[in-house]
T-cell receptor, first 111, second 112 residues
């Protein structure tokens, strides 16, 4: 049981490049979340999903897209990366009223 | 929208002393309040949580109190140890949604 995993762990992009971050969970959780963490700002919700095939916007969705084609995977896409998207990205998942469990994070730098 | 204010942003205590971190919120319908600990370079990990029908919850050296009238909840760590040094985040679940709102974090340093 790997829990919540994220791919890749680190990435450096140039402005304008695109990439996809993968979050995978093997706990059969319905809910999945993408957050970004910046110094002094805590965790801010980008997008979330309440089930396979559904997605919804969080606090800071601009510049990001998501997809949840399979229950166990939640993908975060950056179509045209900007330096303001330099951050640590965390995925989380949960089931029902149980707490969220976080993945190990992806450190993204946009030059 | 909903907002969570967390204080203090940094806290230094001597080993063995107690530490208290407080969060205030505005939406009285919020009903779930978790606390996370994040060590440097690691993921946030849940350490304790409380629901709105409970006023206090304890787990060994850690306790959380909730005052729904005043709209604040606090994390209490007693007999602090160096391994308690980390960043602590409060959070709440917005009523009627699946979205969590996080505080901005408290960096706790326990001095040996």
């Amino acid at each position: 049981n790997a829990g919540v995993t994220q791919t890749p762990k680190f990435r450096v992009l140039k402005t304008g490049q695109s990439m996809t971050l993968l979050c995978a969970q093997d706990m059969n959780h319905e809910y999945m979340y993408w957050y970004r963490q910046d110094p002094g700002m805590g965790l801010r919700l980008i997008h979330y999903s309440v089930g396979e095939g559904t997605t919804a916007k969080g606090e800071v969705p601009d510049g990001y897209n998501v997809s949840r084609l399979k229950k166990q995977n939640f993908l975060l896409g950056l179509e045209s990366a900007a330096p303001s998207q330099t951050s640590v990205y965390f995925c989380a998942s949960k089931a029902g009223v149980l707490p969220q469990y976080f993945g190990p994070g992806t450190r993204l730098t946009v030059l | 929208g909903e907002n969570v204010e967390q204080h203090p942003s940094t806290l230094s205590v001597q080993e063995g002393d107690s530490a208290v971190i407080k969060c205030t919120y505005s939406d009285s319908a919020s009903n779930y309040f978790p606390w996370y600990k994040q060590e440097l370079g690691k993921r946030p990990q849940l350490i304790i949580d409380i629901r709105s029908n409970v006023g206090e919850k304890k787990d060994q050296r850690i306790a959380v109190t909730l005052n729904k009238t005043a709209k604040h909840f606090s994390l209490h760590i007693t007999e602090t140890q160096p391994e308690d040094s980390a960043v602590y985040f409060c959070a709440l679940l917005r009523a009627g949604t699946y979205k969590y709102i996080f505080g901005t974090g408290t960096r706790l340093k326990v001095l040996a």
